[in-house]
Every structure is written in C-alpha cells, then in structure tokens.
C-alpha cells in the first residue's frame, strides 16, 4: 500500500545525517537517538489460532543492531530517565515504530500494536492520543489500524487506566490490555471494552474460565491474544483446552522472533508450517 505523504517524509529523512534524532540508515530503517543510545523497531507476528495466518504485528524498541538482537531500550534507560524524558523515549518510539511499519508494503491490512509505558499514565496531562493521531494525520496513515496497548496496572490505577482509553477511544485508537489473570481480563472485558487483552500463556491454566473469557470476549468483539508461546507443550494444552468455536490469537518464540523485516507472505506460511510439522513429528 502506497502513501505518499508518509513517502515524501521518508525521501526527506532519507537525506538527514545520522548526527540528528531521527534519520533513515542505508536499508531505509529508521533510527532514532536517545541520550547516547542509537535505537530502532522490530515486530513480532501475532496470528490468528486456527490457521497461523498474520492478523497483526506488535513493535518493540530496541537497540540498534546489524542482526536484529539489539537490547530493549526500556530496560536500558528506564532507571536513567525521568518522567518527562520518558514521555519524550515513549513518543520517539511511537514515531519510529510508525515509519518502519508502514514503509514496508507487508504491513497492508494488519494492525499495528504499539506499547504505552506504565510512566505516560500519570506522566502525560490533557487529552491522551492527540499528538500521536496529528502525526497520522499529517502522514495519512490509518489510526483506526493502530492498537495503543495500555500496561498492567495496580489496583490503586483502575480510574487512571479508565481515564487513558477512553481519551484514546475518542482520538480515533483502539485500545488493547494486559491481563494478569484469567479472572482480571473478564474484569476488564466488561469495564474497558477492548479491542484486545494479552493474556500470558501460563496462566491459562483453568479450561472452563479460559473456554468462558473466550466466548464472552467473542461476543464483545474482543480479541484474547495469548502471548509467550515458547514451546509446543504450551501451545497443545491452549488447544485441548479450548473446545469451543470462539476464536483466539496467538503470539510467541515458537512462531517467530522480533526482526525489523515483516514476514512476507511465503515466509509466514513457512514458519506456521514448520510448527505444524512439529506437532505431527
């Protein structure tokens, strides 16, 4: 999918020297600066649970690296930064997610998933979403095709939590979750209205409230992303589990790994494949 404000930008950065915050290397990636660090994106699969087929992609930030094994940058600079500079790291990352998603032409028809930091919460005042859905704007790129993924939170945050989605529901985003429970995502189904609620693989482990989440998010239009999938045994007990029709996403280091290059088409089928073979060996 071609856009051409999004492009002329590109072609702009495309002649901006590496001594900037933001330029585009010699394979056309986008790189950002943040205090002495150099980072960029890379994307991780999501796909549907019946056939393996990508539905989506979500963004990690990560130091650059020529192999794509940079570090999270999170990690690096969370303990360094204060909070104003973590809102300034939170909308650069934004921004080079953004830019290195839409410039490949793989990423036509699947979501993007993009993380909000625990500190933007409190950190940020006024009307959550509106500087990111201007940048969109400005590079007519699809918002509606964007999920801003809100972190898990305490108790004590429930009304800060409430407060962030529905400022970014009304800039046009849809609004996706962390669940520490089985119990917690029906909790927070009924009370957010996501599009979407992670859900860490190990703890499915009750059949009836995992069959039960995922029937009541399929009537609400929800998606269940089961996430960490690192081995087969874990993927085979989501699947004796979940005996019903309501469908389900998944996502983990069985299928793939974070890389900057979204999966072609054949590539994608391949990898499912591979994992389907497994099963069967």
Same mark, same amino acid.
């Given at each position: 999918?071609?856009?051409?404000a ?64 940079? /570090? *999270?940058?999170?990690?690096?600079? &969370?303990? @360094?930064?204060? %909070? ?6 939170? $909308? +650069? ?5 953004? /830019? *290195?998603?839409?410039?490949?032409? &793989?990423? @036509?028809?699947? %979501? ?6 625990? $500190? +933007?919460?409190?950190?940020?005042e006024g ?18 095709d964007?999920? +801003? ?108 790994l ?6 072609s ?17």
């Amino acid at each position: 999918m071609h856009y051409p404000a999004l492009q002329n930008y590109l072609s702009r950065l495309q002649s901006t020297l590496a001594t900037t915050n933001l330029w585009l290397d010699e394979q056309g990636r986008a790189r950002g600066r943040y205090f002495n660090s150099t980072l960029t994106s890379a994307f991780q699969a999501i796909r549907a649970g019946d056939d393996g087929r990508i539905v989506a992609y979500e963004a990690y930030a990560r130091s650059y690296a020529s192999d794509d094994q940079g /570090l *999270n940058i999170w990690k690096l600079l &969370e303990n @360094a930064a204060n %909070d104003d500079e973590s809102v300034e790291l939170d $909308r +650069l990352c934004r921004l080079l997610h953004t /830019l *290195n998603f839409y410039r490949q032409p &793989e990423s @036509a028809k699947l %979501d993007l998933y993009l993380s909000v930091h625990s $500190r +933007l919460l409190a950190a940020v005042e006024g009307n959550h979403g509106m500087a990111f859905r201007r940048i969109l704007d400005v590079l007519e790129l699809p918002h509606p095709d964007i999920v +801003l993924q809100l972190p898990l939170i305490t108790p004590s945050q429930r009304w800060v939590l409430t407060h962030v989605a529905e400022n970014y529901r009304r800039n046009g985003f849809r609004i996706g979750l962390h669940a520490a429970s089985l119990e917690q995502a029906v909790d927070l189904l009924d009370r957010i209205r996501p599009s979407s609620i992670k859900v860490d693989i190990s703890l499915a482990n009750d059949a009836e409230a995992q069959v039960r989440l995922l029937e009541q998010a399929d009537r609400a239009q929800c998606h269940i992303i089961f996430r960490r999938i690192e081995n087969q045994k874990r993927l085979q007990a989501l699947r004796d589990a979940n005996q019903t029709a309501s469908p389900y996403l998944l996502q983990g280091f069985l299928f793939d790994l974070p890389k900057a290059a979204l999966l072609s088409r054949e590539e994608s089928k391949l990898s499912f494949h591979y994992e389907e073979e497994f099963k069967l060996a």
